[in-house]
């Protein structure tokens, strides 16, 4: 007969999750790639301490309820290691909910993003075209270039996510 009082004690599956689960919830932590990140609104940005553009550009997303943790160390590293192109690269690289956004892509098309959810590397806006946010402040005289957002497959193509015509024009439809 065993004695099991000196015995260790098995914790069933049931049981591991039943004390474990609480502990993932606290403080609305998401498991990511990189160990533990904020909540699914928190993105990281790379930008370059100096850049003005790239601060108009967050405060653009922080007027739009976006949490940022900024990182003001460049985003020449962060945009090799998470594979987008040179070709579709800007001043700034953000990361959100798995998610890649590099340039001055508007917040709204960051939401329409995370709402669809599709199979892609993220979203681009190659450059720094007048009137994108972040580049429509009053030093760029108040112009306005068209510019498409472009969403970033996996393999590095791209296609026209959505569209910004500049004022007066009417909106292409991707």
Request: proline share 8%; glycine share 12%; aromatic share 6%.
């Amino acid at each position: 007969m065993r004695d099991t009082r000196t015995a260790p004690r098995r914790t069933s599956r049931r049981q591991w999750l039943a004390a474990a689960l609480p502990l993932l919830g606290a403080g609305g932590l998401v498991a990511s790639g990189a160990g533990m990140a904020r909540a699914a609104s928190a993105m990281d940005v790379w930008k370059a301490p100096d850049c003005g553009c790239c601060q108009h550009w967050v405060q653009h997303m922080q007027a739009n309820g976006f949490e940022l943790a900024v990182h003001d160390s460049g985003n020449n590293a962060v945009r090799a290691r998470l594979g987008l192109p040179q070709k579709w690269g800007s001043c700034h690289t953000a990361l959100i909910d798995g998610y890649l956004v590099e340039g001055h892509v508007p917040a709204s098309d960051v939401r329409t993003l995370l709402r669809q959810r599709p199979k892609a590397l993220g979203l681009a806006v190659p450059g720094m075209p007048i009137g994108s946010p972040g580049m429509d402040g009053p030093e760029y005289g108040r112009r306005h270039t068209p510019y498409d957002v472009l969403l970033i497959a996996h393999d590095g193509s791209a296609r026209v996510f959505n569209s910004h015509p500049a004022p007066g024009q009417h909106h292409r439809q991707p």
